[in-house]
């Protein structure tokens, strides 16, 4: 079974410059999360998608962050413009409930300059 | 709201040492509670959970039990081996499908 996709998982873009991840959960999970890592900390939650509605972007900062998932399938994230603070590794995770299991994708670690 | 706080690391031990990381958490109800490590370059894996009071999670060795009296959740293993070096994070989640709520994370380094 194929794990949690993401891609690009490195990224280096100049401050002020938009940037996108993309995530393909595995498949049949109806849940998707983005995590935000940074350096010596553990993930904490960006949003989280039951099919394809946001059910918890609180965490979300949407000035200049967005995300969406067409379909119920794949999910994209987006930056614009990125700063310097935005520099981290982005997690995305999905699950199937009631299982409590989330399976993480490896991430992609974003450095902006 | 809820919280997770696990001991500062780096935590470094021989090989065959014996691992205890603590971990205690502050949450309403009755979450459920996580084990993840994350392995060197790869990404973060469920080591160990347990859904409810008194539950022992196990796996690969590693062992923890939901303390609801003392709000904690330990990771212990009786002989740690080189293969264990990884970055170690508790976690709780209130329910099934809601985020994970982690600590900061303990790196765990074992030497020969």
């Known amino acids: 079974e194929a794990g949690v996709v993401q891609s690009p998982r490195y990224k280096i873009i100049e401050k002020k410059q938009p940037v996108a991840f993309w995530c393909n959960p595995i498949?049949?999970?109806?849940?998707l999360y983005w995590y935000l890592q940074n350096l010596g900390q553990g993930p904490e939650l960006l949003i989280r998608?039951?099919?394809?509605?946001?059910?918890?972007d609180s965490q979300l900062p949407k000035d200049r962050f967005s995300a969406e998932r067409l379909k119920g399938v794949d999910s994209t994230l987006k930056i614009q413009p990125a700063e310097l603070g935005d520099s981290a590794v982005y997690l995305c995770?999905?699950?199937?409930?009631?299982?409590?299991?989330?399976?993480f994708g490896p991430g992609t670690r974003l450095t902006v300059t | 709201g809820d919280s997770v706080t696990q001991m500062e690391g780096p935590v470094t031990l021989s090989e065959e040492a014996f691992l205890t990381i603590n971990c205690t958490y502050t949450?309403?109800?009755?979450?459920?509670l996580f084990w993840y490590v994350q392995y060197p370059g790869e990404g973060l894996q469920l080591l160990l959970k347990?859904?409810?009071?008194?539950d022992k999670g196990s796996n690969k060795g590693f062992e923890a039990t939901y303390r609801k009296e003392t709000t904690s959740f330990h990771l212990e293993k009786g002989s740690v081996q080189v293969s264990d070096s990884a970055v170690y994070f508790c976690?709780?989640?209130?329910?099934?499908?809601?985020?994970?709520?982690f600590g900061k994370g303990t790196s765990l380094l074992v030497t020969p």
């Open positions: 995770a999905s699950s199937l409930v009631p299982d409590y299991e989330q399976y």
């Open positions: 498949s049949g999970h109806n849940t």
């Open positions: 998608y039951e099919n394809e509605e946001a059910v918890d």
């Open positions: 949450a309403t109800g009755y979450p459920s």
């Open positions: 347990a859904t409810k009071a008194d």
């Open positions: 976690a709780l989640s209130r329910t099934a499908g809601y985020a994970l709520n």
